[in-house]
C-alpha cells in the first residue's frame, strides 16, 4: 500500500513537472559580440555565445578544462609525433543540412592558418605543415615539428571548423554543427538559438537560449531580481553577490577563469625599462586590498603569469610581497627618489575601474604619479594594445595557457627577453609530461623575477542562475558559455 | 542690503550656499580624511561610526572629506562656467541691443539662437567626447551654454533702457554708444545680471553633476558628487548613504541658489517689489 502511494505521488509530480517544465533560457553577459565568426576575432564574446553551442572543433574542452573529444571521435599520433589521424564522427551534419566530411576539415584549417587570414590566434597553429583528406572521415595533420599541445590548440574556439558554403555569411549567420542552432540577431540586445534537432550526439535539453547583452551592472542587479533574465554569467557587480546568496530563489555560482589579471607595463617605455623600477611597483602594491577593494573578495592572488588552479602552478606572490618601504628604496636606487609621473589606462571592467582607482592611491603612496584614464574597448585595443601608447594599464588575460604571449617582444607590453623565448619555442614541440611541466615552472619563475608586469590576481567568474538551472559550468576554462547540458531541475 | 537679509528666501538660500561654499573653503586647507588615498580595511562604514561622520565608502574615504573636496569641484567648475556666460554672453547682448535691427544683432541673436536649439547635454557630451573627460572640459562646454542665457537677458534689458531719457541725454552730449553701453546700460542691468547668475550658477552644479556621473567630467581621483553617486548605485541596496550623502549635498546646494536668486529678485525686481507691498 504505502509502494502504491509513493508511485501515484511520484507519477503525480512527474505530470505535474512535464507540464510546467520550463525548456527555455535566458542567460545575460556583459559583452556583445561584434560579429558571429569565432576564427575571425580576438573578441571573446564570440566564443561565449558559439563556442560549443553552435560551433565544434575536432577536439573540445570540458568544464574543467580538460581535451576531450569533439568531432573526431579518435586520434592516432605517429611515433615521431609528427603526423595525427584524426577519425571523423559519423553522420555530422552543418545547420543547413549538408554533411560533415574531411573537405570541410581540411578548409577551416588551411584558412586559419592561410597568410592572409584574419584568425586572432594564428600561433595555434604555427606548427602544421600540411592538412589532407585520406578519405571523407579521416583527416591527416602533418607537423613541421612535434608538439605538445596540439590537440588543446585544436579545442580553441578559434579552431572550431565552419562550412566552406556558408563562409561568406558566417559573420552574420554562423553555420556550425553544434546543438544548438542560430536563430536571430537583435544587434544591441539579444541572439536567439534554438536546439538542432538533427544534432550527432546528445541533444540539448533547452528548446530555445537567448544570449542578452547587459553591459550596465545596475541593469544586469535589476533584471536579475526582476527575474527578467535567468543567468548572467559574469557577473559584473561583485558587492551584490550577498545579497543574491541570501535570496532563495537564486543560485550564486563561482567558478576559477583563466584570466590573469595584470598591471600590463610598458616594458620598453622608460623609466619601466628598468628592472628596479618594475620591481618597486610589484612592491609597491597591495593585492589583497585590490582584491578587497575592487572585487569585494573574489579572486586568488597571482605572483606570475599563470593560473593556480594548474596542476603546474608556482605560487610566487612572496616574490612581490606588499613593501612599501622597499618600493620607495629602489625607486631611490633607480634614480627616482622624487618619483614620477606616468599614465595608467583604464578598460571599462570594474576590476579595471576600480582596481586602477586603488593602485593609483598606492602608487602615490611610494611616489609614483599615475594619471587615470578611462577608456572605452575600442579605444584600449587603439591606444593600448596596438598602438602600445601607455605607461600602466590593468587588464585579465583570459585565454588558456597564455603564458607564452612573453615571448612574443611585439605583444603590448613588450618584454623581450631571448633566454625566455628559446624556453617557450622547446616547450611548444616538448611532448613528455615531465619536461614539459619543469619548463613550465621555469617559465613561470623568468617572468615573475622579470617583473615584466605586476602581477595581481586570478579573476574570479560569478554566475547568478535561478535555483532550478542545472549544468551551467562552473569554471572558465575558456571563454564558453556551453548550454549544451544545460537544463531545468524537475 | 538690509531688505535683502529680512527676505526669508535669502537668507535661508544664503546660509546653505554659505555652508558649502565654506566646506569647499575648509578642504583647501584641512579635511577629517586624506581623500586621496584609499583604507580598504575601512571601507563601508556606516554613518556616526568608529569616528566618521558619514561614513566611508567602497574604498574606505570619508564621505563627508569626498564632500567637501566634491564641493570645490562642482562650485569651481559652476564659477568659471558662468563667468564664461558673463564675459562673453553680456558684451554680446550690449552689442546687439546698441546696433538693433542692425545685421549685427541679427548675426549675435540668431547664432544665440542656433546655440539654444540644441540640448545642452548632449552637446556637453560631445563636447568632453571629443576632447576627452576632464573638469576643464566641463567647464567649457557647461559655459557655452550660459553666452546666449546672459546675452538675450542683456539685449532685452538694454533695449527698453535705451528708450530712456537719460541715454537720450547722454547721446545729446555725444557719447557713442559703445560707451553709453558701458557707463549707463551696463550698471542698470547688473541687478538682473546677479538675479541670473544665481539660477545660472545652480544649473551648473547640476550639469557637473550630471557629466561626472556619465564620467565626463573631473576624473579620479578627484572626488565629485555626480561621480559618488554614479559609484554607489549597485551598492544602493546595502550601503545607501554612499548615495544619499551626495545626493542631498546636491540638493541643497541647488535649493540654496535657487532660494537666493528668489530672494535677490524679490528684492531687486521693482516691480514684483511694488505688487508685494
Known amino acids: 500500500m504505502t509502494f502504491f502511494k509513493a508511485t501515484v505521488t511520484a507519477s503525480a509530480v512527474l505530470l505535474a513537472s512535464t507540464a510546467l517544465a520550463k525548456t527555455d533560457v535566458t542567460v545575460a553577459m556583459q559583452l556583445e559580440p561584434p560579429h558571429l565568426d569565432p576564427t575571425s576575432a580576438a573578441a571573446g564574446a564570440i566564443d561565449s555565445v558559439l563556442y560549443s553551442n553552435v560551433f565544434e572543433g575536432l577536439t573540445r574542452f570540458g568544464p574543467d578544462g580538460s581535451v576531450n573529444p569533439g568531432l573526431a571521435e579518435s586520434w592516432d599520433i605517429s611515433e615521431d609525433g609528427l603526423t595525427y589521424t584524426f577519425h571523423l564522427r559519423e553522420g555530422v551534419k552543418f545547420h543547413d543540412g549538408t554533411d560533415l566530411d574531411a573537405s570541410d576539415v581540411v578548409f577551416s584549417l588551411d584558412r586559419a592558418r592561410a597568410e592572409d587570414s584574419a584568425n586572432a590566434q594564428k600561433a595555434l597553429f604555427a606548427g602544421i605543415a600540411s592538412v589532407e583528406a585520406v578519405d571523407p572521415a579521416t583527416v591527416k595533420l602533418t607537423l613541421s615539428a612535434p608538439n605538445g599541445s596540439m590537440l588543446f590548440n585544436l579545442a580553441w574556439g578559434d579552431a572550431v571548423i565552419v562550412a566552406p558554403e556558408s563562409i561568406e555569411t558566417i559573420k552574420q549567420t554562423p553555420i556550425g554543427t553544434g546543438a544548438f542552432k542560430f536563430d536571430n540577431w537583435v544587434q544591441g540586445d539579444k541572439i536567439d538559438l534554438s536546439r538542432n534537432e538533427n544534432y550527432w550526439g546528445t541533444p540539448a535539453k533547452l528548446d530555445k537560449a537567448t544570449f542578452k547583452f547587459i553591459s550596465d551592472p545596475t541593469a544586469a542587479f535589476a533584471a536579475m531580481m526582476a527575474e527578467d533574465i535567468d543567468a548572467f554569467v559574469g557577473y559584473p557587480a561583485p558587492e551584490n553577490i550577498p545579497q543574491f546568496e541570501a535570496d532563495p530563489r537564486f543560485q550564486v555560482i563561482l567558478g576559477n577563469t583563466e584570466g590573469e589579471t595584470i598591471l600590463g607595463t610598458n616594458n620598453k617605455q622608460p623609466p619601466f625599462d628598468n628592472l628596479k623600477v618594475r620591481k618597486a611597483l610589484a612592491h609597491a602594491i597591495d593585492r589583497q586590498a585590490i582584491i578587497d577593494g575592487a572585487m569585494f573578495g573574489l579572486g586568488t592572488p597571482i605572483g606570475s603569469h599563470f593560473a593556480p588552479h594548474n596542476p603546474d602552478y608556482v605560487d610566487l606572490t612572496g616574490n612581490s610581497q606588499y613593501d612599501p618601504e622597499l618600493a620607495k628604496k629602489l625607486l631611490a636606487e633607480a634614480g627616482f627618489a622624487d618619483g614620477f609621473k606616468t599614465t595608467l589606462k583604464l578598460p571599462p571592467p570594474s576590476y579595471a575601474r576600480r582596481g586602477g582607482e586603488i593602485i593609483a592611491a598606492q602608487l602615490r603612496a611610494v611616489g609614483i604619479d599615475a594619471e587615470i584614464s578611462n577608456l572605452e574597448w575600442a579605444q584600449w585595443l587603439e591606444q593600448v594594445f596596438r598602438g602600445k601608447d601607455f605607461g600602466l594599464t590593468i587588464v585579465s588575460h583570459t585565454e588558456p595557457f597564455d603564458i607564452g604571449i612573453y615571448a612574443r617582444p611585439d605583444y603590448y607590453f613588450q618584454y623581450d627577453n631571448a633566454e625566455f623565448q628559446s624556453l617557450i619555442e622547446d616547450l611548444n614541440v616538448e611532448a613528455d609530461g615531465d619536461k614539459r611541466s619543469e619548463m613550465i615552472k621555469k617559465a613561470q619563475n623568468i617572468i615573475a623575477e622579470d617583473y615584466v608586469n605586476a602581477y595581481l590576481f586570478q579573476l574570479a567568474i560569478p554566475t547568478i542562475a535561478k535555483a532550478g538551472l542545472q549544468g551551467m559550468w562552473e569554471d572558465a576554462p575558456t571563454q564558453a558559455v556551453d548550454l549544451t547540458a544545460v537544463g531545468w531541475a524537475d | ?277
Open chain 2, 1 to 277: 542690503m538690509k531688505a535683502l537679509l529680512f527676505n526669508r528666501n535669502f537668507a535661508i538660500g544664503l546660509l546653505l550656499t554659505a555652508v558649502f561654499v565654506a566646506g569647499a573653503l575648509i578642504s583647501f586647507v584641512w579635511t577629517p580624511y586624506d581623500t586621496s588615498g584609499v583604507d580598504i580595511a575601512n571601507k563601508l562604514k556606516k554613518p556616526l561610526s568608529d569616528g566618521y561622520l558619514l561614513g566611508t565608502d567602497h574604498f574606505g574615504r570619508d564621505i563627508l572629506s569626498m564632500i567637501m573636496v566634491g564641493a570645490r569641484t562642482s562650485i569651481a567648475v559652476a564659477f568659471v562656467a558662468v563667468g564664461i556666460g558673463i564675459v562673453i554672453g553680456v558684451p554680446l547682448g550690449l552689442a546687439a541691443a546698441a546696433s538693433k535691427g542692425s545685421l549685427m544683432d541679427e548675426i549675435i541673436m540668431r547664432s544665440n539662437d542656433l546655440v539654444f536649439a540644441f540640448p545642452s547635454l548632449v552637446i556637453a557630451i560631445l563636447i568632453t567626447a571629443i576632447f576627452g573627460p576632464s573638469a576643464l572640459n566641463a567647464i567649457i562646454a557647461i559655459g557655452i551654454f550660459n553666452v546666449p542665457v546672459f546675452a538675450r537677458l542683456t539685449r532685452g534689458a538694454a533695449l527698453s533702457l535705451w528708450q530712456r531719457d537719460y541715454i537720450l541725454s547722454a547721446r545729446v552730449a555725444g557719447k557713442g554708444p559703445a560707451r553709453i553701453s558701458f557707463e549707463h546700460i551696463l550698471p542698470n542691468v547688473t541687478n538682473l545680471l546677479i538675479v541670473q547668475g544665481t539660477i545660472q550658477f545652480s544649473l551648473g552644479i547640476l550639469a557637473e553633476a550630471g557629466l561626472s556621473y556619465v564620467g565626463l567630467g573631473a576624473q579620479p581621483p578627484i572626488p565629485s558628487w555626480g561621480r559618488m553617486l554614479a559609484e554607489s548605485q549597485t551598492m544602493i541596496s546595502f550601503a545607501p548613504h554612499m548615495a544619499l550623502l551626495p545626493g542631498l549635498a546636491i540638493v541643497f546646494t541647488v535649493l540654496g541658489l535657487n532660494l537666493m536668486g528668489d530672494g535677490l529678485r524679490d528684492v531687486f525686481d521693482p516691480r514684483i517689489r511694488r505688487e508685494k507691498r
